[in-house]
């Protein structure tokens, strides 16, 4: 469904020893929003049954089933640079963006 890089993997898991609760897992939703139409929303939580569950890395990433068919095939990456650091979603799924980044056209 999505891929984890093992450096992404290795951040999230520093993140939620950090700043999350136990048993937590990264939620990744893709919502109405942004200027091209759609936003990805990151949080720690827990799964519901409703979800699907993608364990890699020793991180569970959790997505909504609304936001399934928007991240299949998609690639979580962790970057950090001259110009600041953060994940960066790979979506072959999006066929635009807006010049900011935030958000994408599916």
């Not at 942004?34 to 936003?39: I, L, V």
């Not at 890699?56 to 936001?67: E, F, K, Y």
Request: aromatic share 8%.
């Amino acid at each position: 469904m999505i891929t984890l890089t093992p450096v992404a993997g290795e951040k999230l898991k520093q993140l939620i020893n950090d700043e999350a609760e136990p048993g937590s897992g990264l939620r990744v939703k893709v919502v109405p929003g942004g200027c091209s139409g759609f936003e990805y929303a990151m949080t720690f939580d827990r799964a519901g049954d409703d979800d699907e569950v993608v364990e890699q890395h020793g991180v569970s990433v959790i997505i909504d089933r609304m936001s399934v068919p928007y991240l299949l095939g998609s690639e979580f990456d962790y970057e950090e640079g001259f110009q600041g650091a953060g994940f960066r979603i790979n979506n072959p799924n999006s066929t635009g963006s807006c010049g900011c980044g935030k958000s994408f056209t599916a």
